[in-house]
Nanobody
Framework: QVQLVESGGGLVEAGGSLRLSCTAS????????MGWYRQAPGKQREMVAS???????NYADSAKGRFTISGDNGKNTVYLQMNSLKPEDTAVYYC????????????WGQGTQVTVSS
């Protein structure tokens, strides 16, 4: 059974940095799009960043230039390095896995809270 376990959230002041980690069990990174999403109170869940094939990345406009997604296949772990954090980055961050093979399957982690104080 696929499991995604996030860690690294917390409370940080505006301008600070955090690194989120997502360790995936039973996921084949070469055929899976790994992503980070976030959901702020009262808002819809939105994509923050994704990575596929080790080097193909995609970012939301709000994350470009500040966040970096990366993966370590040997550790089955995906990271989200977040710099220059803003109060509007406050949200629960979720790790997501979407297989590119048929049948398509997707999985979610339990989420980790990120709070940025002004």
């Amino acid at each position: 059974q696929v499991q995604l376990v996030e860690s690294g959230g917390g409370l940080v002041e505006a301008g600070g940095s955090l690194r989120l980690s997502c360790t995936a069990s039973r996921v084949i990174f070469e055929t899976t799009i790994m992503g980070w999403y976030r959901q702020a109170p009262g808002k819809q869940r939105e994509m923050v960043a994704s990575i596929y094939g080790g080097g193909n990345t995609n970012y939301a406009d709000s994350a470009k230039g500040r966040f970096t997604i990366s993966g370590d296949n040997g550790k089955n772990t995906v990271y989200l390095q977040m710099n220059s954090l803003k109060p509007e980055d406050t949200a629960v961050y979720y790790c997501h896995a979407l297989s590119v093979t048929i049948p398509r399957q997707n999985y979610w982690g339990q989420g980790t809270q990120v709070t940025v104080s002004s």
